[in-house]
């Protein structure tokens, strides 16, 4: 199941960005959709580091594209929970395990659109049923604290810890919102975008 959180309205350049690349990811148009291919007639997902290569020189091939994007993007199969994880400059996605345990995951990556003979690494795991996948971004990790600094990978791990177990989706992200405004310093707001994705597996 994927829950999302969104904070903070985006700037008019993240919009064309955002609707430049659901031309690409289209739903509508499988055809013309970067993350399919076709297998055996039938439609099957791309491994991500290709969609994160077509993507980077879809968008240095566009002179009149000034502009790059961090990105994490997944792919999960249902049956087996394995899951592959492309990381293009965007922060560590944070594996949370059924039983409590936390890893940042990915590879890290430089961002999409931003040199032309950029590479790009995939990561693969295997999920547990219970486990989630907590995708966020630098909004979090770069509020700033009281008492000074930024919140960092750390004080993540924090917030995340201190949100309930028993809750899910809609729930568990509101309740991360929450922590991580007790956390922030009264002096500053959301200076950035602070949005997330929760991918919960329950199991094959």
């Given amino acids: 199941a ?3 959180l969104d904070v903070s309205g985006h700037g008019i350049t993240w919009g064309l960005m955002t ?8 739903a509508v148009y499988f055809d013309q959709n970067l993350g399919v291919e076709t297998d055996d007639g039938r439609l099957a997902l791309r491994p991500p580091v290709s969609v994160a290569e077509d993507l980077n020189a879809r968008l240095m091939a566009d002179k009149g594209i000034d502009e790059y994007f ?3 993007y997944a792919t ?3 049956a087996s929970g394995r899951l592959r994880l492309v990381q293009a400059g965007h922060p560590h996605p944070l594996l949370i395990r059924a039983n409590g345990e936390m890893e940042f995951v990915g590879r890290g990556g430089l961002p999409i659109g931003l040199l032309e003979e950029a590479t790009f690494s995939q990561t693969e795991l ?4 219970g486990d989630r996948l907590l995708l966020y971004s630098d909004g979090f990790t770069e509020a700033q604290v ?3 600094g930024m919140l960092d990978t750390e004080g993540m791990l924090d917030i995340v810890a201190r949100c309930q177990p028993d809750q899910s989706g809609r729930e568990w992200l509101d309740d991360l919102f929450w922590n991580l405004m007790e956390r922030m310093s009264p002096d500053y707001g959301v200076e950035d975008d602070v949005s997330a994705t929760l991918f919960e597996f ?3």
């Fill in 2 to 4: 994927f829950y999302s």
């Fill in 19 to 26: 609707a430049r690349l659901g031309n690409y990811l289209s």
């Fill in 70 to 72: 961090t990105m994490a």
């Fill in 76 to 78: 999960v199969d249902l």
């Fill in 126 to 129: 295997v999920l547990e049923p």
């Fill in 146 to 148: 009281a008492g000074g």
């Fill in 202 to 204: 329950n199991g094959r």
